[in-house]
């Protein structure tokens, strides 16, 4: 069950919360100030969303790689390796206003 709880109340029910949470019986939304700013929930339900995550980041980097490759095609292996190390070095002084080069 999804209970909702200020973080004044969290404070003194810290124990009380953390064992019903634990024992996989509520799920809590952490209010301040009468707006959501955290959520407390199980081990499992953390396990889950965390390979939910991980599932749609490794589909979406699929994705992003099919689409590069669909684009650039036609350029060269070592083309394509110039260019990304240009970009890098590009990165790293807009960075970090100073140059990577040895």
């Given at each position: 069950?999804?209970?909702?709880?200020?973080?004044?109340?969290?404070?003194?029910?810290?124990?009380?919360?953390?064992?019903?949470?634990?024992?996989?019986?509520?799920?809590?939304?952490?209010?301040?100030?009468?707006?959501?700013?955290?959520?407390?929930?199980?081990?499992?339900?953390?396990?889950?969303?965390?390979?939910?995550?991980?599932?749609?980041?490794?589909?979406?980097?699929?994705d992003v790689v099919a689409t590069v490759r669909q684009?650039?095609?036609?350029?060269?292996?070592?083309?394509?390796?110039?260019l990304m190390e240009e970009a890098r070095s590009d990165?790293?002084?807009?960075?970090?206003?100073?140059?990577?080069?040895?």
């Open positions: 069950m999804l209970k909702t709880i200020t973080s004044t109340d969290l404070r003194v029910q810290i124990k009380k919360v953390l064992n019903e949470v634990g024992y996989g019986q509520n799920q809590y939304i952490v209010e301040k100030f009468g707006e959501p700013t955290a959520a407390i929930i199980s081990m499992a339900d953390f396990r889950l969303l965390q390979a939910t995550r991980q599932a749609q980041t490794a589909a979406s980097l699929r684009r650039n095609q036609d350029v060269e292996t070592a083309e394509l390796t110039t990165f790293y002084q807009a960075r970090t206003g100073t140059s990577d080069e040895k």
